[in-house]
């Protein structure tokens, strides 16, 4: 580990000790009344520092300092979500930590599993199939939890399989894109005003975009809708450079929407509430409302940590943490988060740009999309910017689902990468 990594690390574990420290005054205010179980997470966070200095030495080893900067990022995003959380929920800091070192588990069976990557590159129609059987399956035997019918029972467990179908989407775009882009680039057929190549070339595409639409109208999932549809949009134009399939899936999603908007009820409120909130800021739009507000008390420099009032937003240590973020941390706060996942995006695509095979090179670049995606797509929905979309923030969301598939999509990248030409 070099002296920027160290000094990296560093800052990362001062801010834990600095935002613990405001924490346990926060809930310890005088000294007789001090709860010693506050304590408990001092085992995990060591054991989760101690494991990921080993994975950053080992990356950077192996791999390059470029793979090395994102795992670096991924764990300081992941460390202040763990802030956050235990400032919202502190009975859930202890299960957040453990999802972070089973994320960390997770990134190394990627990073070792390069060969077995590379092999599910051939199987691109399996990659697919099996895609859009995890999103069928919580439509079948799924439950509702927050208005959205995407989560699985498993025993004590709740599994989002949509998370984990991100990553065979990425897959199968890779395997299909680089396999056919010749074939996709062509323009033998006219539709309307687009000139598309023949129909059963696009049939793959169109059954994700479909499988898309069937996610918002039924499961009632706006933002793994809108991000599965997005990353198809932005990997098929990569892919080939043809800007028809651009408009073409603009104009096949708009549609869509407007007939979902006519057809049923629950997507009027979606849309009308984000249009004007103010219309029901105690019932439908609560949440949006509450957000605003949080963000408007921030200002430039923040309330400060453990002096706001996140905690007014229901499920905000879900969905809503970058609210509770950009409330107690300001502007400056907000800007330094945004320009954390900016490096961290900025990063996935010069890997991507040194990759020697298409596919290898298309699905590097799709999981770097993925993330930047998921993350645009939530800060806009909390800021009233898009529709309240109700997906994860990439590492720093609570939930097991989402931060062991992030990881996940994190070792494909360094696994995929090329140790040579890309050490900076």
């Not at 990362?12 to 304590?39: E, K, Q, W």
């Not at 949509?162 to 010749?182: D, G, N, P, T």
């Not at 509430?273 to 949440?287: F, H, K």
């Amino acid at each position: 580990m070099n002296r920027t990594h160290f000094k990296f690390f560093l800052s990362t574990v001062l801010m834990l000790f600095c935002g613990f420290s405001l924490i346990f005054i926060h809930r310890n205010p005088t000294i007789s009344n001090v709860n010693y179980a506050d304590f408990k997470y001092l085992p995990w966070i060591a054991s989760a520092l101690i494991m990921a200095i080993i994975i950053e030495i080992v990356v950077v080893r192996i791999k390059s300092r470029r793979c090395a900067w994102m795992f670096s990022c991924a764990c300081f995003l992941s460390c202040l979500g763990i802030l956050a959380i235990a400032r919202l929920d502190y009975a859930l800091t202890i299960p957040q930590i453990r999802w972070f070192i089973v994320g960390m588990a997770a990134f190394i069976v990627a990073v070792r599993s390069e060969k077995i990557l590379r092999q599910m590159l051939n199987y691109e129609y399996i990659l697919g199939i099996s895609c859009i059987i995890l999103l069928i399956i919580p439509l079948i035997f799924g439950v509702d939890i927050g208005g959205n019918k995407n989560w699985l029972i498993l025993g004590n467990f709740r599994i989002q399989p949509s998370e984990f179908a991100k990553i065979l989407l990425v897959f199968f775009l890779a395997a299909y894109l680089s396999e056919h882009r010749k074939t996709l680039d062509l323009r033998e057929k006219r539709l309307l005003f687009f000139k598309l190549p023949p129909i059963r070339f696009l049939a793959p595409l169109i059954a994700i975009w479909g499988a898309s639409l069937l996610m918002f109208v039924v499961a009632r999932d706006l933002g793994a809708a809108l991000i599965f549809f997005a990353v198809a949009v932005v990997m098929t134009y990569a892919a080939t450079g043809n800007k028809s399939y651009f408009i073409f899936a603009l104009v096949f999603f708009v549609t869509g929407a407007i007939i979902s908007y006519y057809a049923f009820n629950h997507v009027q409120i979606r849309f009308n509430i984000w249009l004007n909130p103010w219309s029901d800021p105690r019932g439908a739009a609560y949440q949006i409302v509450e957000s605003l507000f949080a963000i408007e008390n921030g200002n430039v420099w923040g309330a400060g940590f453990t002096k706001g009032y996140p905690t007014f937003i229901p499920e905000v240590h879900t969905d809503f943490i970058f609210s509770a973020i950009a409330e107690e941390l300001g502007l400056v706060g907000s800007i330094s988060l945004i320009l954390i996942y900016s490096l961290f995006f900025y990063q996935s695509v010069v890997i991507s740009l040194a990759s020697v095979k298409e596919e290898e090179m298309l699905l590097i670049f799709g999981a770097g999309i993925m993330f930047f995606l998921q993350t645009f797509i939530i800060m806009g929905g909390v800021t009233k910017f898009f529709p309240l979309t109700g997906v994860t923030l990439p590492f720093m969301s609570y939930g097991g689902s989402s931060m062991v598939s992030c990881f996940i999509l994190l070792g494909v990248i360094v696994a995929l990468s090329r140790k040579e030409n890309v050490n900076v």
